[in-house]
């Protein structure tokens, strides 16, 4: 069997499920997350599939170098290093910015940024001895145009996007290649528990008059991963319907 893989971080919801569904049909998948329920249904419905390919998934805390040095050993003894990394798992905690303490900071800043370190120290290597590869990280348009209560959620991700700048120039020599994804507003849980007229109104300020969906955002970071994109790296692609423009 052919051992190709890439790892997808949260992938049991949202964007992340996104990921899994739509890069399975074209690679092997082993995707994180920290809902052990929500991993074994994911793996439940790919039982059966018709893919060549093959899904794996494990309950992971990415901030946790000690959980993700123990699951990244393993891996690459048994499957040998990724040929990607998505970067996706990440949390939001809005707050008024006077109203967070660093307590706070430091939850979203280890669930965003520190997860990215702790993986890319276990699995980067691997991946440079091979001379071949892409990474993506998933950041958000909060980080390009502000919102208000997302002061860490906007730093955070302003923060990949300066990860990936700097460390396209490191890896570039070894063939790797580093991108960053901004999605707009994505149906989701989170915007589908937006009042109706405040989405409404949202949606208005969007230039595509509509939100976007998780299997968009998927098939751009397929395209980032795939031999496609072979001379396209440290760029930050931003995906909105024309909000930013």
């Not at 971080?9 to 092997?28: F, P, Q, S, Y």
């Not at 890896?171 to 790797?176: A, L, N, P, S, T």
């Amino acid at each position: 069997m052919d051992n190709k893989w890439m790892l997808i971080t949260g992938g049991t919801r949202g964007i992340g499920l996104a990921l899994v569904e739509e890069l399975l049909t074209h690679c092997n998948v082993v995707f994180t997350g920290r809902n052990l329920e929500s991993i074994e249904a994911i793996l439940a419905n790919n039982q059966n599939n018709e893919s060549q390919y093959w899904v794996q998934g494990f309950q992971c805390d990415g901030k946790d170098e000690k959980q993700v040095e123990k699951l990244s050993i393993s891996l690459l003894e048994t499957l040998g290093g990724p040929s990607a990394i998505i970067h996706n798992a990440g949390i939001t905690h809005d707050g008024l910015h006077i109203h967070q303490d660093a307590e706070i900071w430091h939850e979203v800043m280890d669930n965003n940024v520190i997860s990215i370190i702790n993986w890319n120290r276990y699995l980067l290597p691997s991946m440079l001895v091979e001379r071949n590869g892409s990474m993506v990280l998933i950041s958000s348009i909060t980080a390009l145009k502000g919102n208000i209560g997302q002061t860490a959620y906007a730093a955070s991700k302003a923060a990949a996007m300066g990860i990936v700048r700097s460390l396209s120039h490191e890896v570039g020599r070894f063939g790797i290649r580093i991108n960053c994804v901004a999605p707009g507003l994505i149906d989701s849980d989170m915007t589908q528990a937006i009042p109706k007229e405040k989405l409404k109104a949202m949606r208005q300020n969007i230039p595509l008059r509509r939100l976007g969906q998780p299997q968009e955002v998927a098939k751009l970071v397929r395209f980032l991963v795939s031999e496609d994109s072979q001379y396209l790296t440290g760029q930050t692609i931003v995906l909105d319907g024309g909000l930013t423009a």
